[in-house]
T-cell receptor
Framework: NAGVTQTPKFRILKIGQSMTLQCTQD?????MYWYRQDPGMGLKLIYY???????DKGEVPNGYNVSRSTTEDFPLRLELAAPSQTSVYFC???????????????FGPGTRLTVL | GENVEQHPSTLSVQEGDSAVIKCTYS??????FPWYKQELGKGPQLIID?????GEKKDQRIAVTLNKTAKHFSLHITETQPEDSAVYFC??????????FGAGTRLTVKP
């Protein structure tokens, strides 16, 4: 298994541009997540999905959108990039049989995004 | 919501010594406490986790202890090696969509 893969690894955007960060997992996990990691800080949850067709906001969703059309893919969309969105973005996935559970999350390698 | 504090922010030890990283959490409903290791340019990797019904868990040179009453948990690494050098994150969670991370500890193991 490749696990969780993310593309691109690096990207520089100009203010106001848009882009999609790709995330794919091949572990048949139902849960998928997007986090951002700012320097000297822990990861913060942007959006998550409990399964295909279902998404919900996390702690810091403003300026982002997601979709989950398949179990494997969970793209993150930035519509109007702002300097505050400069960060490292991590996608993660987990398998849970109940919404009450807390299960191990497996992370991708990250995308380093700079907005100038 | 949950708040997780992690100390120290940096830790330097001599190879072979032990390293201890401590975290405190605020939400008494938290029931899952993972520790992640992040190497430069890579994503976090789970190294050990503990659930609220257990007080201690060990895996070779790594151990985690949990004190639910005091709401703190710690990572212990014994016989440190240079390859243990990385940033370590603790986290506390009440559910899959509510995992809160500490700010990280940069561990340096000097040969």
């Amino acid at each position: 298994n490749a696990g969780v893969t993310q593309t691109p690894k690096f990207r520089i955007l100009k203010i106001g541009q848009s882009m999609t960060l790709q995330c794919t997992q091949d572990m048949n996990h139902n849960y998928m997540y997007w986090y951002r990691q700012d320097p000297g800080m822990g990861l913060k949850l942007i959006y998550y999905s409990v399964g295909a067709g279902i998404t919900d906001k996390g702690e810091v969703p403003n300026g982002y959108n997601v979709s989950r059309s398949t179990t494997e893919d969970f793209p993150l969309r930035l519509e109007l990039a702002a300097p505050s969105q400069t960060s490292v973005y991590f996608c993660a996935s987990s398998y849970s049989i109940t919404t009450l559970a807390t299960d191990t999350q497996y992370f991708g390698p990250g995308t380093r995004l700079t907005v100038l | 919501g949950e708040n997780v504090e992690q100390h120290p922010s940096t830790l330097s030890v001599q190879e072979g010594d032990s390293a201890v990283i401590k975290c405190t959490y605020s939400d008494s409903a938290s029931n899952y406490f993972p520790w992640y290791k992040q190497e430069l340019g890579k994503g976090p990797q789970l190294i050990i986790d503990i659930r609220s019904n257990v007080g201690e868990k060990k895996d070779q040179r790594i151990a985690v202890t949990l004190n639910k009453t005091a709401k703190h948990f710690s990572l212990h690494i014994t016989e440190t090696q240079p390859e243990d050098s990385a940033v370590y994150f603790c986290a506390a969670s009440t559910s899959n969509n509510d995992m809160r991370f500490g700010a990280g500890t940069r561990l340096t193991v000097k040969p």
